[in-house]
């Protein structure tokens, strides 16, 4: 069962990614893991990565796509994998066409988390993160026991600048532009499944699961 997470930042799909994976017994992929583990391990793809990295740069789409395809020809994706946050823009969504094509592969389902612009500037607005240990809360959802301090090592919580309203809008902006087309893209390909993500985080993983235990069974 090989999976592709669409959704706006701040819908939630890489902590479906994560319980579809814990369930179905499936790696779960990103992206930034895929960079971590090259540029540690040394690879020539990672030394690639980090040298446009380090200049503030985004790593070429070629680059990408490779250390992926090489990710997912590892043992663990036998039976299948969860890619969260890859392909971002129609580009990179054909490139990994072509190459699983090759491999005589292909996606079986892209699912879209979908939340209005409004809920998501809402939600990430009520975050709140310990700078000290990394705990991250949620005002409204996942409250500290004493407003603004921290549970685990009792420092004071803050609104992070990726979570402020303004810069929300800009990343949405963003995802609208070079993200959101994937949906028609996979819709076309025949392999969508839209979830309303806007909905208690157990409801929306059974309506993930009703969808896949669908297409497990084709």
Same mark, same amino acid.
């Given at each position: 069962?090989?999976? #592709?997470? $669409?959704? !706006?930042?701040?819908?939630?799909?890489?902590?479906?990614?994560?319980?579809? !994976?814990?369930?179905?017994?499936?790696?779960? #992929?990103? @992206?930034?893991?895929?960079?971590?583990?090259?540029?540690?391990?040394? *690879? =020539? &793809?990672?030394?690639?990565?980090?040298?446009y990295m380090d200049q503030g740069m985004l790593v070429p789409d070629a680059v990408t796509i490779e250390m992926l395809l090489n990710r997912i020809q590892e043992a663990d994706c036998r039976d299948g994998y969860v890619l969260d946050g890859f392909p971002r823009t129609i580009p990179q969504a054909e490139s990994l @066409? =072509?190459? &699983?094509?090759?491999?005589?592969?292909?996606? /079986?389902?892209? #699912? /879209?988390?979908? %939340?209005?612009? =409004?809920? #998501?500037?809402?939600?990430?607005? +009520?975050?709140?993160?310990? &700078? +000290?240990? +990394?705990? *991250?809360?949620?005002?409204?959802y996942n409250p500290p026991k004493q407003e603004g301090v921290c549970d685990v090592c009792g420092q004071e919580l803050v609104l992070r600048d990726d979570d402020k309203a303004e810069?929300?809008?800009?990343? $949405?902006? %963003?995802?609208?532009?070079?993200?959101?087309? &994937?949906?028609?893209?996979?819709?076309? !390909?025949g392999v969508l499944a839209a979830v309303d993500g806007t909905r208690d985080l157990e409801e929306v993983f059974q309506e993930i699961t009703a969808v896949l235990g669908d297409a497990s069974c084709q």
């Open positions: 069962m090989k999976i #592709i997470m $669409l959704g !706006a930042p701040g819908a939630g799909k890489g902590t479906q990614a994560k319980k579809i !994976a814990q369930k179905y017994g499936i790696p779960h #992929i990103s @992206t930034g893991d895929i960079f971590r583990a090259n540029i540690k391990g040394g *690879t =020539e &793809l990672g030394k690639k990565a980090k040298s @066409t =072509e190459a &699983l094509n090759a491999m005589g592969d292909a996606i /079986d389902y892209a #699912i /879209d988390v979908a %939340v209005p612009d =409004e809920a #998501i500037i809402t939600r990430m607005a +009520g975050r709140r993160a310990c &700078l +000290g240990c +990394g705990a *991250t809360y949620h005002i409204q810069t929300v809008k800009k990343r $949405l902006d %963003v995802y609208h532009q070079q993200t959101q087309p &994937l949906i028609d893209y996979y819709k076309k !390909a």
